[in-house]
């Protein structure tokens, strides 16, 4: 039988509205031990005293319940921010299929739904920015875009290919067109020319391995300058919440591009520049539009890849019975008189070295006179280049006709030809640093050569590197080498005896861990 605790007397009662015992002779509460066990399981906690989210009578909201609700608030408030409320219902289907219909809580949830919202617009062909959905989600673009890939992947979908002029063409009119004091006309001609010049930039693979937001927002500024329409490249930028740095990469890409176009094609293209490119613009883009309207393969030919027809040639040394015999042993075209002569047919012809001298001398007159009036046209235009400004009008220089001005796929737009073929930056970037490493383990070795025989460099010797040339002289000048943490690195690397095509490659790290480093 239990007793007081205080003062040992059994006369314990138990007090009608707390439940707890307590001693009736001094008064004082007894420890708890009225304790009712609760219970939970997959639905919430169970019990007869204590009940989440009770709502009067007869109506309680389960724990899963509670969670589906709140999950449901988070899809709309995402929806609401990106002003896309009428794709609530194809959003709750995606995540239900992917949570099998339980949905979920947490950062981690808010990121599911950014993504199921990118991959219901890229099904539907809608442009919709990552950058756009993780403003609203609250994460950042990695995060987003491994969602993105693993929503795809539990699905099975195949997204469509993303369309650069698609997005273009939304852009334009929602920062372009608005704007209201352009004409009709300039809005439909600066839209071909931006779609005309996206297009060059896939073909010259710009765009490759690049986001495309940056890539519009430069043709669009390039356009707008081209046509004399003011927009500022910071605005754009901060609007689509993309870097502004980036863009103007893009620009200078697309600016470097038509600088190489001008001095492959234009007689005058070496005075051209980063810097003077605006004023040639019209003409360069009027040459880049004629050149892909052209069919590829009958261009006009260069001097260097001028044919010879040595019918004709021939023809001045052989008579006309002569030709006749020869005829019957090598065949006739259906021109009257004209042979299929070929460079194996001379060796079977009697030709004196006189005669082969004779058309040795008029071929080689004729290619002078012609490479002598094209020089000279040459010159002409230069000097008139340099004496005019080329002020076109965008009116006159765009008619508009080629193809490049609409939506192609990439096999047509990779066929056509608008006077430049251009390798990938990436991959010519690589090259450049593939060449500066080689140079500089090359000066790393000669330096090293320098110290283990040190006879040979106060002898003097050349290794085919100007700056490490050493000149016996009376007075020795200490040439002043420039040297970086890059060449300290190679020369560790070259006396750990690592090769040099390792080494080419950059992979510094890796190099100093598994040579230098884990002795």
């Keep these: 039988?239990?007793?007081?605790?205080?003062?040992?007397?059994?006369?314990?009662?138990?007090?009608?509205?707390?439940?707890?015992?307590?001693?009736?002779?001094?008064?004082v509460v007894q420890d708890?031990?009225?304790?009712?066990?609760?219970?939970?399981?997959?639905?919430?906690?169970?019990?007869?005293?204590?009940?989440?989210?009770?709502?009067?009578?007869?109506?309680?909201?389960?724990?899963?319940?509670?969670?589906?609700?709140?999950?449901?608030?988070?899809?709309?408030?995402?929806?609401?921010?990106?002003?896309?409320?009428?794709?609530?219902?194809?959003?709750?289907?995606?995540?239900?299929?992917?949570?099998?219909?339980?949905?979920?809580?947490?950062?981690?949830?808010?990121?599911?739904?950014?993504?199921?919202?990118?991959?219901?617009?890229?099904?539907?062909?809608?442009?919709?920015?990552?950058?756009?959905?993780?403003?609203?989600?609250?994460?950042?673009?990695?995060?987003?875009?491994?969602?993105?890939?693993?929503?795809?992947?539990?699905?099975?979908?195949?997204?469509?290919?993303?369309?650069?002029?698609?997005?273009?063409?939304?852009?334009?009119?929602?920062?372009?067109?608005?704007?209201?004091?352009?004409?009709?006309?300039?809005?439909?001609?600066?839209?071909?020319?931006?779609?005309?010049?996206?297009q060059c930039m896939v073909k010259w693979y710009v765009t490759t391995g690049r986001r495309p937001v940056?890539?519009?927002?430069?043709?669009?500024?390039?356009?707008?300058?081209?046509?004399?329409?003011?927009?500022?490249?910071?605005?754009?930028?901060i609007q689509l919440n993309v870097a502004v740095a980036t863009c103007k990469s893009r620009y200078k890409e697309l600016l470097k591009r038509l600088v190489d176009v001008a001095r492959v094609n234009l007689p005058w293209g070496d005075d051209v520049n980063v810097k003077n490119i605006m004023k040639n613009a019209p003409i360069v883009i009027q040459y880049m539009e004629v050149k892909s309207m052209c069919n590829a393969g009958k261009g006009v030919k260069s001097l260097e890849k001028v044919g010879v027809d040595l019918g004709c040639l021939v023809n001045d040394c052989l008579n006309r019975e002569d030709e006749s015999t020869f005829t019957e042993d090598f065949g006739q075209n259906e021109s009257r008189g004209s042979v299929d002569w070929e460079i194996e047919d001379l060796e079977r012809l009697n030709v004196s070295a006189e005669c082969l001298s004779t058309?040795?001398?008029?071929?080689?007159?004729?290619?002078?006179?012609?490479?002598?009036?094209?020089?000279?046209?040459?010159?002409?235009?230069?000097?008139?280049?340099?004496?005019?400004?080329?002020?076109?009008?965008?009116?006159?220089?765009?008619?508009?006709?080629?193809?490049?001005?609409?939506?192609?796929?990439?096999?047509?737009?990779?066929?056509?030809?608008?006077?430049?073929?251009?390798?990938?930056?990436?991959?010519?970037?690589?090259c450049l640093r593939t060449q500066r490493r080689k140079e500089k383990i090359k000066a790393a070795k000669i330096r090293i050569e320098k110290i283990r025989r040190p006879l040979m460099a106060e002898k003097g010797f050349n290794e085919g590197d100007d700056h490490l040339v050493m000149v016996k002289s009376r007075k020795r000048k200490r040439k002043k080498i420039d040297m970086d943490w890059e060449d300290f690195v190679i020369e560790t690397l070259l006396l750990h005896e690592i090769k040099e095509e390792q080494i080419e490659k950059g992979y510094y790290n890796t190099l100093l861990d598994l040579h230098v480093f884990n002795l």
């Design 1 to 27: 039988m239990n007793s007081c605790k205080s003062c040992k007397s059994t006369t314990l009662i138990v007090d009608s509205v707390t439940g707890n015992l307590e001693c009736s002779s001094c008064g």
């Design 32 to 198: 708890f031990n009225n304790y009712e066990q609760q219970t939970f399981n997959a639905d919430g906690p169970t019990g007869t005293n204590v009940r989440l989210g009770s709502s009067g009578s007869r109506y309680d909201y389960s724990y899963r319940e509670t969670k589906i609700y709140l999950a449901q608030n988070i899809i709309s408030d995402i929806l609401s921010r990106l002003d896309l409320e009428q794709r609530v219902d194809e959003v709750n289907n995606m995540i239900k299929i992917i949570t099998e219909e339980e949905y979920g809580s947490g950062n981690w949830f808010n990121v599911l739904v950014g993504a199921c919202v990118y991959v219901v617009m890229r099904k539907a062909n809608k442009w919709l920015p990552l950058t756009s959905i993780c403003d609203s989600v609250g994460c950042d673009i990695y995060e987003l875009g491994r969602m993105v890939s693993r929503v795809v992947e539990h699905l099975d979908l195949r997204l469509p290919d993303f369309d650069i002029v698609g997005l273009f063409d939304r852009l334009f009119n929602e920062w372009v067109r608005a704007k209201g004091n352009i004409g009709r006309d300039q809005i439909g001609r600066m839209l071909k020319q931006g779609i005309f010049l996206l």
């Design 214 to 237: 940056p890539v519009v927002v430069a043709v669009i500024v390039f356009v707008c300058e081209l046509n004399e329409v003011e927009i500022s490249m910071d605005d754009l930028a």
């Design 359 to 430: 058309i040795y001398s008029k071929y080689l007159e004729e290619y002078s006179n012609m490479k002598t009036s094209m020089k000279r046209v040459d010159n002409t235009m230069r000097e008139s280049s340099e004496k005019f400004d080329f002020f076109v009008d965008a009116s006159d220089f765009w008619s508009g006709d080629s193809e490049l001005s609409k939506k192609l796929f990439l096999d047509k737009i990779l066929e056509k030809d608008v006077g430049l073929n251009a390798m990938p930056p990436s991959f010519v970037n690589g």
